[in-house]
T-cell receptor, first 114, second 115 residues
Framework: DSGVTQTPKHLITATGQRVTLRCSPR?????VYWYQQSLDQGLQFLIH???????AKGNILERFSAQQFPDLHSELNLSSLELGDSALYFC?????????????FGPGTRLTVL | AQKITQTQPGMFVQEKEAVTLDCTYD???????LFWYKQPSSGEMIFLIY??????QNATEGRYSLNFQKARKSANLVISASQLGDSAMYFC????????????FGKGTRLHILP
């Protein structure tokens, strides 16, 4: 158990809908990262938040947005969903002071868009 | 251009043998970190080992070691005495600079351990 929690574990929805994925980082970790893992694209970095502020953006679509709240949990919002958004969405957290920057991943949310 | 290259999409290895998973990387930043993660069929991503670009010695964590060849930009993962539970997808990843902005992942190698 990495200490990172993600809910829900599975999500099935229809095209055009909007969903929210939730992540709670490990205790003490200020950084939260979101990744999308699909069969054809591999593991893609989406966005990074540090202590409530956006630090870096990757291949994140405009239909997707995220935020990190004062209690450090984070939410990833996916809107106008398309079939191609079906994927495993990971949240990870890290503690900067470790010097390594290793990230600890949550169990993921499997999104299926029908 | 790909920053992390894993050339072995799949490997089959006999149980108890050692296995080497290849990874090459590309960066112009003198400071970087290299990681290996394991993803079993259950889906979770498990951090295995880390190597910093300035580390003088190859990293080791139990049965895992990282064969770091800086001049060749290679960071191969070596698993000694493989076990059935080592069957999984393995990802090589890189953090550029000292920043913690993001980690770039390779496409992975699927390792099958045969009994």
């Amino acid at each position: 158990d990495s200490g990172v929690t993600q809910t829900p574990k599975h999500l099935i929805t229809a095209t055009g809908q909007r969903v929210t994925l939730r992540c709670s980082p490990r205790s003490g970790d200020l950084s939260v990262y979101w990744y999308q893992q699909s069969l054809d694209q591999g593991l893609q970095f989406l966005i990074h938040y540090y202590n409530g502020e956006e630090r870096a953006k990757g291949n994140i679509l405009e239909r997707f947005s995220a935020q990190q709240f004062p209690d450090l949990h984070s939410e990833l919002n996916l809107s106008s969903l398309e079939l191609g958004d079906s994927a495993l969405y990971f949240c990870a957290s890290s503690v900067v002071t470790s010097g390594k920057g290793e990230q600890f991943f949550g169990p993921g949310t499997r999104l299926t868009v029908l | 251009a790909q920053k992390i290259t894993q050339t072995q999409p799949g490997m089959f290895v006999q149980e108890k043998e050692a296995v080497t998973l290849d990874c090459t990387y590309d960066t112009s930043d003198p400071s970087y970190g290299l990681f290996w993660y394991k993803q079993p069929s259950s889906g979770e991503m498990i951090f295995l080992i880390y190597q910093g670009s300035y580390d003088q010695q190859n990293a080791t964590e139990g049965r895992y070691s990282l064969n770091f060849q800086k001049a060749r930009k290679s960071a191969n993962l070596v698993i000694s005495a493989s076990q059935l539970g080592d069957s999984a997808m393995y990802f090589c990843a890189m953090r550029e600079g000292n920043r913690d902005d993001k980690i770039i992942f390779g496409k992975g190698t699927r390792l099958h351990i045969l009994p």
